[in-house]
């Protein structure tokens, strides 16, 4: 396998280790400081300790997996305070991306259904101990016996853990396609510009829920909207409030989504879920620490 040095040191590993960490976390910050402190493990080694490890690929990912089951155990209080509801980090498209200081950890991860922002709002639902056995194992296709060792709980439990998680996967799970959600978030786009409230009441699911994060630093909605017809108005409202905003169709977290920028600066990022030809869930972004890769 070569020097053990020079293979924790590689651009693929890191980017294994990112990937995890940001399905495990949600946070592109919290991930990047996991596996900055898991390389930092790594390198307070002894070298002769460093030798002896035969994999250290898999030696640096239980050792993430373990960082980020303490980082979901301190997180959960942290964000009770967060002012508002807290939402995982909105990625960009490949071809969006600022690509200047500090986007390397985005430009890092795989767009894929695990990162969807629907997919990852389940995984909060979930203990820390659930997370990280299910997305180990159902993403990632660690062993459970592998996975034993960062949860510290028998294989069998672990599979217990994961089992239990992909109940809660499945019972959120929309069956919207990519194609159907593009085109049903471009009538919301169209109707949102026009501020056709009725247009945007077909639209939405009447039992819709939109969920804003604004960390208390911009203004939103500090408790998620319920009702397809509040949201409608509440749309309606925030374009009126709004002059000179543009809105583009663009990919959050790899599924279609909306982005407002007012004088070429973003200023809200939305994301969607859809179930058949309605909107089900709208992920609205605006605090401006979570959109810095969107810059």
């Given at each position: 396998?070569?020097?053990?040095?020079?293979?924790?040191?590689?651009?693929?590993?890191?980017?294994?280790?990112?990937?995890?960490?940001?399905?495990?976390?949600?946070?592109?910050?919290?991930?990047?400081?996991?596996?900055?402190?898991?390389?930092?493990?790594?390198?307070?080694?002894?070298?002769?300790?460093?030798?002896?490890?035969?994999?250290?690929?898999?030696?640096?990912?239980?050792?993430?997996?373990?960082?980020?089951?303490?980082?979901?155990?301190?997180?959960?209080?942290?964000r009770e305070r967060y002012v508002g509801a807290w939402?995982?980090?909105?990625?960009?498209?490949?071809?969006?991306?600022?690509?200047?200081?500090?986007?390397?950890?985005?430009?890092?991860?795989?767009?894929?259904?695990?990162?969807?922002?629907?997919?990852?709002?389940?995984?909060?639902?979930?203990?820390?101990?659930?997370?990280?056995?299910?997305?180990?194992?159902?993403?990632?296709?660690?062993?459970?016996?592998?996975?034993?060792?960062?949860?510290?709980?028998?294989?069998?439990?672990?599979?217990?853990?994961?089992?239990?998680?992909r109940r809660r996967v499945r019972d959120g799970r929309?069956?919207?396609?990519?194609?159907?959600?593009?085109?049903?978030?471009?009538?919301?786009?169209?109707?949102?510009?026009?501020?056709?409230?009725?247009?945007?009441?077909?639209?939405?699911?009447?039992?819709?829920?939109?969920?804003?994060?604004?960390?208390?630093?911009?203004?939103?909605?500090?408790?998620?909207?319920?009702?397809?017809?509040?949201?409608?108005?509440?749309?309606?409202?925030?374009?009126?409030?709004?002059?000179?905003?543009?809105?583009?169709?663009?990919?959050?977290?790899?599924?279609?989504?909306?982005?407002?920028?007012?004088?070429?600066?973003?200023?809200?990022?939305?994301?969607?879920?859809?179930?058949?030809?309605?909107?089900?869930?709208?992920?609205?972004?605006?605090?401006?620490?979570?959109?810095?890769?969107?810059?």
């Open positions: 396998m070569g020097e053990a040095g020079t293979i924790v040191d590689g651009a693929g590993e890191r980017r294994q280790l990112l990937n995890v960490a940001y399905r495990l976390l949600g946070s592109l910050a919290e991930s990047e400081d996991a596996v900055q402190e898991a390389y930092a493990r790594w390198y307070a080694l002894p070298r002769s300790r460093r030798d002896e490890i035969v994999s250290p690929g898999a030696w640096l990912t239980t050792v993430t997996g373990r960082i980020c089951l303490d980082v979901l155990g301190s997180a959960r209080a942290r939402l995982p980090d909105p990625l960009p498209g490949h071809g969006e991306r600022d690509h200047g200081p500090g986007a390397d950890p985005a430009d890092q991860l795989v767009l894929d259904e695990s990162v969807t922002m629907a997919f990852l709002v389940v995984l909060e639902s979930m203990t820390p101990a659930e997370r990280v056995a299910f997305v180990l194992h159902d993403v990632f296709r660690y062993p459970f016996a592998e996975i034993a060792g960062i949860v510290r709980r028998s294989p069998a439990a672990c599979k217990q853990l994961a089992a239990s998680a929309s069956p919207a396609t990519t194609a159907g959600q593009a085109e049903v978030v471009r009538h919301v786009k169209e109707a949102w510009e026009a501020k056709d409230i009725a247009a945007l009441v077909d639209i939405l699911d009447p039992a819709a829920v939109m969920t804003a994060d604004g960390g208390g630093v911009v203004g939103a909605a500090l408790r998620p909207i319920e009702g397809g017809t509040r949201i409608a108005r509440y749309m309606a409202a925030i374009a009126d409030q709004a002059p000179g905003l543009e809105l583009l169709e663009r990919p959050v977290n790899g599924t279609p989504g909306l982005v407002a920028r007012r004088d070429g600066a973003v200023m809200t990022v939305a994301a969607f879920d859809v179930a058949g030809t309605r909107v089900t869930r709208i992920w609205v972004f605006r605090n401006p620490e979570k959109l810095g890769p969107w810059a």
